[in-house]
């Protein structure tokens, strides 16, 4: 889920650590089911990246201090790691898709995911304004381009093909807009797609603030932020 967060163990057998994150996701945190053993030598190469300089070679922020603690030595020869699960729970974009025929539909929908779940900015946040290309109808912001390549990657379609050209989709569905309701299946898949990446920005800039407020503004030189969209 969006909110999951997980702390990459300390130990000194990488493998061992990342089979301890496996054990943790799978019985603690994750929802989705998703395999991380693709991840394994990127989480492991992330987290030997965070091998902690001496003090004299650091700017001394608060995450990644040499302790003089003899008994906390071997914790901290790795800054800590945080994991963040950043795309929405996929049955919440089935929903969107499959669930909310009508604007009313939507609005309900979208008030539940900012006001009550936190997916989305709330409404008085400025990061809202980024969410719908038309606030009446409540439709996400997107692009030609990227719902181009979502379709493609969807549907197989040419991904140099004409936006306009209709494409005939897995189901046997044609691309073509529908008159009735102006919507397709393509497109009602691609705004689950929409919602999914606009959830993730949200999450990944959320972290980032909160961070700074943590810091009074002060700058991390050290954090690095890495994002895993897919494998």
Same mark, same amino acid.
């Given at each position: 889920?969006?909110?999951?967060?997980?702390?990459?163990?300390?130990?000194?057998?990488?493998?061992?650590?990342?089979?301890?994150?496996?054990?943790?996701?799978?019985?603690?945190?994750?929802?989705?089911?998703?395999?991380?053993?693709?991840?394994?030598?990127?989480?492991?190469?992330?987290?030997?990246?965070?091998?902690?300089?001496?003090?004299?070679?650091?700017?001394?922020?608060?995450?990644?201090?040499?302790?003089?603690? &003899?008994?906390? +030595?071997?914790? /901290?020869?790795?800054? *800590?790691?945080?994991?963040?699960? !950043?795309?929405? %729970? =996929?049955?919440?974009?089935?929903?969107?898709?499959?669930?909310?025929? &009508?604007?009313? +539909?939507?609005? /309900?929908?979208?008030? *539940?995911?900012?006001?009550?779940? !936190?997916?989305? %900015? =709330?409404?008085?946040?400025?990061?809202?304004?980024?969410?719908?290309? &038309?606030?009446?109808?409540?439709?996400?912001?997107?692009?030609?381009?990227?719902?181009?390549?979502?379709?493609?990657?969807?549907?197989?379609?040419?991904?140099?093909?004409?936006?306009?050209?209709?494409?005939?989709?897995?189901?046997?569905?044609?691309?073509?807009?529908?008159?009735?309701?102006?919507?397709?299946?393509?497109?009602?898949?691609?705004?689950?797609?929409?919602?999914?990446?606009?959830?993730?920005?949200?999450?990944?800039?959320?972290?980032?603030?909160?961070?700074?407020?943590?810091?009074?503004?002060?700058?991390?030189?050290?954090?690095?932020?890495?994002?895993?969209?897919?494998?």
């Amino acid at each position: 889920g969006t909110t999951a967060a997980h702390h990459l163990p300390f130990s000194e057998d990488d493998d061992e650590a990342f089979e301890e994150l496996v054990n943790s996701y799978k019985n603690d945190y994750g929802t989705e089911g998703h395999d991380l053993h693709p991840y394994r030598h990127l989480l492991q190469f992330c987290r030997r990246t965070t091998k902690k300089k001496k003090k004299a070679d650091y700017d001394g922020t608060k995450n990644c201090t040499d302790s003089s603690n &003899d008994n906390d +030595a071997a914790n /901290n020869d790795y800054c *800590e790691v945080h994991l963040h699960g !950043g795309f929405i %729970p =996929r049955n919440h974009a089935a929903r969107l898709n499959k669930e909310c025929p &009508d604007v009313e +539909a939507k609005r /309900n929908f979208f008030d *539940e995911m900012s006001n009550e779940r !936190g997916y989305l %900015p =709330r409404e008085d946040d400025p990061m809202h304004r980024a969410l719908f290309e &038309d606030t009446s109808s409540f439709k996400l912001r997107g692009s030609p381009e990227h719902q181009l390549l979502i379709q493609s990657l969807m549907s197989g379609a040419d991904l140099y093909s004409s936006p306009a050209e209709e494409v005939e989709g897995e189901d046997g569905s044609c691309g073509g807009v529908d008159e009735e309701e102006g919507e397709t299946p393509m497109s009602r898949l691609y705004e689950a797609q929409l919602l999914k990446d606009h959830a993730m920005g949200f999450r990944i800039a959320s972290l980032m603030l909160d961070h700074h407020d943590e810091s009074c503004g002060l700058p991390h030189s050290a954090d690095r932020y890495i994002v895993i969209s897919g494998f």
